[in-house]
């Protein structure tokens, strides 16, 4: 296994009525696994939580959020409780970030080469002509044309595209074991994004790794992902292999969206906010569930087969 998400919890702090600073549950029990070399599709509405639950493994909450409880086991250590320093030494190295805005993760004043080269030297001690080559190297697997050319390029030169190239290439520069892109191809137009989907899904196969590949496009995780962790108002409610998860998908939410899709979740979808967690309230569906009873004044718990899970009193889950 390589990265085991247990029960992972975070409140969100917003401010009462007197001023006062009030948690408020934001995760609420997120649990998916990463077997090495397969790519999961974290999939789910508008602020359902899946960037916040990525920020959260990697250390990176804002000070308006708190970790509550939960591991996250990579490689068997928790990445909850490691000390900022060995975070820091795993993130950007064993586990490459492709953050949702990632064009903002360029820094516009330096050249995209000297960053590609930054990228590695602040993980390791590396002689700056081979961690040069190594950036053109990069450049190049990722497709961009006249690398070395292109090294010399301040960040507003490059286009949109090559610009995600570049994030792709400072995400997977250090030869990470796990890679977690987030939205990686937002605000691109279609072709683009086609090509940069493909390109992540070649570089993730290629180099064995496992990916995680969170998206608002079942499409996206139809076509790319092996498996599927579906997310609901900071919450797992589904998750298991793609093919097992859409041909008998176990949760009410899982079949309306994917008798939705796209128009729903699609890249130019609606967009549906989750209502707030209510955790009286039992399920935090039943307020859209139409299969919802009295029974589901109870919160259900993650029930399955397999590895094939679902968060509903009524899932009925062959084992595959
Ligand atoms: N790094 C973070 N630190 C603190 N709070 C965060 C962080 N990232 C997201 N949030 C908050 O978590 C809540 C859930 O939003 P989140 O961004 O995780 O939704 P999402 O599922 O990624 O939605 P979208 O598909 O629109 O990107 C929001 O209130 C958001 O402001
Ligand atoms: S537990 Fe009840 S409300 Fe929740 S998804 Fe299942 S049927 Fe719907
Ligand atoms: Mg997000």
């Given at each position: 296994?390589l990265?085991?998400v247990?029960d992972?919890?975070?409140?969100?702090?917003?401010?009462?009525?007197q001023?006062e600073?009030?948690?408020?549950?934001?995760?609420?029990?997120?649990n998916?696994?990463?077997?090495k070399?397969?790519?999961l599709?974290?999939v789910g509405?508008h602020a359902?939580g899946?960037s916040?639950?990525?920020?959260?493994?990697l250390?990176?909450?804002r000070?308006?959020a708190r970790?509550?409880g939960?591991?996250?086991l990579?490689?068997g250590q928790?990445?909850?409780?490691m000390s900022e320093?060995d975070?820091?030494?795993?993130r950007?190295?064993?586990?490459?970030f492709?953050?949702q805005s990632?064009?903002a993760t360029?820094?516009?004043?330096?050249?995209v080469g000297?960053?590609l080269?930054?990228?590695?030297?602040?993980?390791?001690?590396i002689?700056?002509a081979e961690a040069?080559?190594?950036?053109?190297?990069?450049?190049?697997?990722m497709g961009?044309p006249?690398?070395?050319l292109?090294a010399?390029?301040?960040?507003?030169?490059l286009?949109?595209?090559?610009?995600?190239?570049?994030v792709l290439?400072l995400a997977?520069i250090n030869e990470?074991?796990?890679?977690i892109?987030d939205e990686?191809?937002?605000?691109l137009?279609?072709?683009?994004?086609?090509?940069?989907?493909?390109l992540?899904?070649?570089?993730?196969?290629?180099r064995r790794?496992?990916?995680?590949?969170i998206?608002?496009d079942l499409?996206?995780?139809?076509?790319?992902?092996?498996?599927i962790?579906v997310m609901?108002a900071g919450q797992?409610?589904?998750?298991?292999?793609?093919m097992q998860?859409?041909?008998r998908?176990a949760?009410p939410?899982?079949?309306?969206?994917i008798?939705?899709?796209?128009?729903r979740?699609?890249i130019?979808?609606?967009?549906?906010v989750p209502?707030?967690?209510?955790?009286?309230q039992?399920c935090?569906?039943?307020?859209?569930?139409?299969d919802a009873?009295e029974?589901?004044?109870?919160?259900?718990p993650l029930v399955?087969?397999g590895?094939h899970?679902?968060r509903?009193h009524?899932?009925?889950?062959?084992a595959?």
């Open positions: 296994m990265l085991d247990q992972l919890r975070v409140d969100r702090i917003v401010t009462g009525p001023g600073p009030v948690p408020e549950p934001a995760l609420a029990g997120v998916f696994r990463i077997v070399g397969r790519i599709g974290l509405e359902a899946k916040l639950a990525a920020s959260a493994i250390g990176l909450l000070p308006s970790l509550v939960g591991r996250a990579f490689e928790d990445l909850l409780r320093s975070l820091t030494r795993v950007g190295a064993r586990i490459g492709v953050v990632g064009h360029l820094d516009p004043n330096s050249r000297a960053q080269v930054r990228a590695q030297s602040i993980h390791r001690p002689v700056k040069a080559w190594r950036a053109e190297t990069i450049m190049s697997s961009i006249e690398p070395r292109r010399q390029a301040w960040p507003h030169e286009t949109p595209g090559i610009v995600q190239r570049v290439g997977l990470p074991q796990l890679l892109a990686p191809t937002a605000g137009d279609i072709t683009t994004q086609v090509q940069i989907l493909d992540l899904h070649l570089e993730l196969r290629r790794i496992g990916g995680i590949i998206t608002r499409g996206v995780v139809a076509q790319y992902c092996d498996d962790a609901y797992v409610v589904e998750q298991g292999p793609v998860v859409f041909a998908p949760h939410f899982t079949r309306s969206m008798s939705d899709a796209p128009e979740l699609g130019a979808g609606r967009q549906i209502p707030r967690m209510e955790p009286e039992g935090s569906y039943r307020p859209r569930c139409a009873t029974r589901c004044l109870v919160a259900p399955g087969a590895v899970a679902a509903c009524f899932a009925r889950i062959a595959a």
